[in-house]
């Protein structure tokens, strides 16, 4: 009694399992009379069950313990379906003796194959036993249906299950005694062939019909429809797209069909062919299903949709007016309109798309939630770049920083303004050459505007020069009045001025500025001014150069007063 007190309830599974395989064994192998399977079979069942009887009693739990036991209920085991020849035979559901459904079915199967193997007439039998019901194929036990076998949601019975299982039992066997015939094969060989090709030709036939469709509506849409090139090549891509999904679908349906037939040619197949022609019909029928469900929803999707056109539609009125000077309206002018009507025209856009989410067909799924935090994960860690370029050009616009025709200096980048963008500011230099500054760098950068002067309509132009002190200055400064003057692209009012910027050790640095016409000229002009001033002082002697001195000179290097007013120079 103390082995049976300490025996564990996994212990005890065990030995009915191994019990159940005992009486499995000594269930008879060959064919034998109903007789003396009887006279033989019963005395060795009924011992073995009285054995299980007394060991269950001997090693049960006590009642007490049963009763104070605290832990969840019992699970059920999974159910297991016996398979053969790839065709579904029965579910089990229930434990015998220990023994899960999912061995029960193994060991089923098994039987099941061995007794094919026999190459008897598969003659299906079954019996009711007070344990169920027994099942056997030309006289050999192959499995037992329980009572918890059974489906107790539809309410089966015994009887519904022999008329079901029998029938599938029998259409096994004979699919496996037919696929041993070498005949039958060969022909299924053959007409898998003739499949195949007729399918390929199918497909070569709807390809060439496809072609003479797309040529003979090129050719009606360029003879008989009286609409401009790119009305006529936009609705010809819409009509050779729907064409496109529609030879996908016959594609698609002749595949179906083609291998449904092949399917049906191999026994062990068959049962594909019945699961294929089931599975599309599903499919429609679901797709069917949800589109009709989702109607309504698209239908308020395209309805935000148009109210999000028509709006930007008024934006696209609206900023034409102001770019044409007819209105003003928030203080935005023709500057600036262009980049704020495609900034309300996202701000319209995105709000219709935020009214819309709820209505997308499976926008509560919880997929559909998954991608979308994705997408917003990846806009947020791949896009922070690009906000800061859109804000760049967002306050370069609106703050009228830089405008489209300007001459400017960015860092080493000088030339004329293209175009401010939303990412980006192009800027044409003088070897035209466009060259693309971020809108984050130029904001980060000194910017030199050299078309907005403070009081005048141009820009100044400068150039410098460096003297030795041995020149009269105002002679120097006659001379780069002259070279001003002899430059045709400079305006005379305000007239140029000379300025003496340094008085370095040994010379003395002039710069010459002056009102510049046309400041997408600034660099040629300011070549001919350079070659103006070399002319100038070429002419009257003096050499332009910044002189350097090792020793002191014997003289100082002055100017006699009889100089001061050399040639340009005028005596006031």
């Not at 579904?88 to 220990?98: C, E, H, K, M, N």
């Not at 599975?279 to 429609?284: D, E, L, T």
């Not at 003088?430 to 030199?448: A, F, I, K, Q």
Request: include cysteine.
């Amino acid at each position: 009694m103390h082995l049976f007190a300490t025996t564990t309830p996994e212990q005890v599974l065990e030995l009915g399992k191994a019990a159940a395989i005992i009486e499995t064994e000594v269930a008879p192998a060959k064919p034998r009379s109903r007789a003396r399977r009887e006279r033989e079979g019963a005395p060795m069942q009924n011992l073995l069950r009285v054995l299980l009887l007394l060991l269950l009693t001997f090693l049960a739990p006590a009642p007490a313990f049963a009763a104070n036991a605290v832990g969840p209920a019992p699970v059920a085991p999974p159910p297991a379906t016996i398979k053969f020849f790839n065709r579904d035979i029965v579910t089990l559901r229930a434990s015998y003796y220990g023994v899960l459904p999912a061995d029960r079915a193994a060991q089923a199967a098994n039987r099941i194959r061995e007794a094919v193997a026999r190459d008897g007439p598969g003659a299906v039998k079954m019996v009711t036993t007070p344990e169920g019901l027994n099942v056997t194929i030309d006289g050999v036990y192959v499995f037992r249906i329980l009572d918890g076998d059974l489906d107790a949601e539809d309410g089966q019975t015994f009887d519904e299950a022999r008329a079901v299982v029998g029938k599938r039992l029998d259409a096994a066997i004979e699919a496996a005694h037919s696929s041993i015939r070498g005949g039958e094969l060969a022909w299924a060989l053959v007409l898998t062939l003739a499949a195949a090709a007729a399918f390929c030709l199918a497909v070569w036939l709807l390809a060439r019909g496809r072609r003479w469709l797309r040529q003979r509506l090129d050719t009606y849409l360029t003879r008989r429809l009286r609409i401009w090139e790119e009305e006529r090549t936009t609705l010809a891509r819409v009509i050779r797209t729907f064409g496109h999904f529609v030879f996908l679908g016959i594609v698609l349906v002749i595949a179906e069909e083609c291998l449904r037939f092949v399917f049906r040619l191999f026994p062990y197949t068959r049962p594909w062919s019945e699961k294929l022609t089931g599975y599309a019909v599903v499919i429609a029928e679901q797709v069917a299903g949800a589109a009709v469900e989702a109607a309504p929803d698209l239908v308020m999707v395209a309805l935000i949709a148009a109210l999000a056109q028509f709006a930007s539609k008024i934006l696209a009125a609206t900023a034409h007016g102001i770019a044409v000077g007819r209105y003003r309206l928030l203080g935005i002018d023709a500057d600036t309109v262009y980049l704020a009507r495609r900034l309300a025209t996202v701000i319209v856009w995105l709000f219709a798309l935020a009214m819309a989410y709820p209505y997308f067909p499976g926008a509560s799924s919880d997929a559909f939630k998954g991608l979308s935090v994705l997408v917003g994960l990846m806009l947020s860690l791949g896009a922070a770049g690009l906000v800061g370029q859109a804000a760049g050009g967002f306050i370069l616009t609106f703050a009228h920083v830089l405008r489209p025709g300007e001459w400017v200096r960015v860092g080493d980048v000088e030339g004329a303004v293209v175009g401010v963008g939303v990412f980006s500011t192009r800027i044409r230099t003088p070897l035209d050459e466009e060259v693309n500054v971020p809108n984050s760098v130029l904001l980060g950068s000194v910017t030199r505007n050299f078309s907005r002067p403070a009081a005048q309509a141009a820009s100044i132009l400068e150039t410098s020069v460096t003297i030795g002190y041995s020149a009269p200055w105002r002679q120097v400064h006659a001379m780069l009045l002259d070279a001003a003057a002899r430059t045709p692209e400079l305006e005379r009012e305000p007239p140029p001025e000379v300025l003496q910027t340094a008085l370095s050790d040994f010379y003395v640095q002039y710069s010459l500025r002056a009102r510049l016409r046309d400041q997408h000229r600034r660099a040629a002009v300011l070549s001919a001014l350079n070659a103006n001033v070399q002319d100038a002082f070429n002419e009257y002697g003096v050499q332009i150069m910044s002189p350097h001195y090792v020793l002191d000179p014997a003289a100082p290097v002055v100017v006699p007063k009889t100089q001061w007013f050399e040639p340009p120079a005028a005596r006031p």
